[in-house]
């Protein structure tokens, strides 16, 4: 890079992360981590050569039709996308990059924590003794569901619901089925274990446990709604760290309160930062506040994967991650 490009960082990233993007880039840093907001963003857009945003950054058409226009890369701190319309930057020739890999096990493992902790009751237990309301041991005192030996149920099957199904299945010898737009080849799924299921509706009606593991936005939007919810068994929960749009979030109200399944597990909500009522009251659903990739190894490899890219873009190649 002969001359440095100027880089806007719209929140606070890890401090080593920052450090470099500092060293190669004229960056402008966001001290006070707020969100930039619509129109901060088309300023930067008019501003930066490019803009490493998150997924609280909506990049839409209208905010990618800024003028004037000066960016040419967005480098996504995030695998999911669906925050950025990447055929309206295509059209505004601008490369779009995002990270993948890097942040598969951490959100992984943060599945399988809501898993356990809504079969184990452990946000309500957890609560309980907090409260000073446990009086002892007693045989029936917050009895949840066992997870070994259970269907778990995976829709979309890409590098994090692979990783779920190896948790599930090698540490709780759990029986895997998944739904997959694009199924794997049949001798694959059989060294990996799982069987597919021709539709979701196959899917929801078969396991104990559904996790949800697709992108957001597009088709996936709703995708569980009234109807599927009705279709789990009355004893099976949802497990959403994908992305809040994939879950109607008011038929989940309606089908927790009038027991068409067990509980929830959620990381991902339809308007984050804000979280439905109704569902804060829910003993039976434990919530967390987006923390899938939220480890310091993730956060940090995630940001390198950024810097990687937009170094190579800058040099001229292509990045190895990008997504339009
Ligand atoms: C991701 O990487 O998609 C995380 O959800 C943060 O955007």
Request: glycine fraction near 8%; proline fraction near 5%.
């Amino acid at each position: 890079m002969a001359t440095k490009p100027k880089v806007i960082v719209t929140r606070r990233w890890p401090e080593t992360v920052e450090h470099r993007i500092a060293v190669l880039f004229e960056a402008v840093f966001n001290e006070a981590d707020e969100p930039l907001g619509r129109e901060g963003l088309m300023a930067a857009l008019g501003e930066a050569d490019a803009l490493f945003p998150t997924v609280t950054d909506p990049l839409d058409a209208e905010v990618l039709a800024a003028e004037p226009l000066k960016a040419k890369l967005i480098g996504n701190f995030g695998v999911g996308f669906n925050h950025i319309d990447a055929k309206a930057a295509k059209a505004r020739g601008i490369t779009v990059t995002n990270t993948p890999e890097v942040l598969t096990d951490a959100t992984a493992d943060l599945a399988m924590t809501l898993l356990l902790m809504a079969a184990r009751r452990a946000g309500e237990g957890e609560r309980h003794a907090r409260a000073g309301e446990w009086t002892g041991w007693r045989p029936t005192h917050m009895m949840g569901t066992q997870v070994t030996g259970k269907t778990l149920g995976i829709v979309g099957f890409g590098r994090i619901g692979r990783a779920m199904a190896e948790r599930a299945r090698q540490g709780f010898k759990m029986r895997i089925l998944y739904y997959d737009r694009f199924p794997v080849d049949p001798e694959i799924a059989a060294v990996l274990g799982v069987e597919a299921c021709a539709t979701v509706d196959e899917l929801v009606e078969k396991s104990d446990f559904v996790s949800l593991h697709c992108p957001g936005g597009g088709e996936n939007t709703r995708l569980m709604n009234a109807e599927r919810f009705a279709r789990m068994p009355r004893h099976a929960f949802l497990i959403n760290t994908a992305r809040g749009d994939v879950v109607d979030e008011a038929a989940l109200v309606e089908a927790l309160q009038a027991g068409e399944i067990a509980g929830a597990g959620l990381d991902v909500f339809e308007a984050e930062p804000k979280i439905t009522e109704a569902l804060k009251a829910m003993d039976n659903v434990v919530m967390l506040p987006h923390l899938g990739s939220a480890t310091t190894e993730t956060r940090v490899a995630m940001g390198m994967r950024v810097v990687d890219n937009a170094v190579a873009f800058f040099e001229g190649k292509t990045p190895q991650d990008k997504v339009s």
